[in-house]
């Protein structure tokens, strides 16, 4: 009964790429809002970007141009492909969609950048 499932964290060297996965229940991803959080250890929970139904997109300034966010509609999927990677992007990463008002969570995908 899970509504996202996400994929793709692990372990990557400084300025190295990965890229996550959230794959969403299509009841919930139609018309949805998506976003990207992370929350490192120690740390509040972040916001990282975020992707409106129609593709528009916001970053944190911190991950700007380093990350990316994207949706592919009919795979009702949300993807972040992280480039140049630092040890300071080390964190739990959280997958969120919005459906008419209410939020969905994923479990988070632990993503750690080693110097």
């Known amino acids: 009964q899970a509504q996202l499932v996400e994929s793709g964290g692990g372990l990557v060297q400084s300025a190295g790429s990965l890229r996550l996965s959230c794959a969403a229940n299509?009841?919930?991803?139609?018309?949805?809002?998506a976003a990207w959080y992370r929350q490192a250890p120690g740390k509040q929970r972040e916001w990282v970007a975020t992707i409106t139904s129609g593709g528009s997109t916001n970053y944190a300034y911190s991950v700007k141009g380093r990350l990316t966010i994207s949706r592919d509609n009919a795979k009702t999927t949300v993807y972040l492909q992280m480039n140049s990677l630092k040890p300071e992007d080390t964190a739990v990463y959280y997958c969120n969609v919005i459906t008419l008002g209410r939020p969905y969570w994923g479990q988070g995908t632990q993503v750690t950048v080693s110097s």
């Open positions: 299509g009841s919930i991803f139609s018309s949805s809002y």
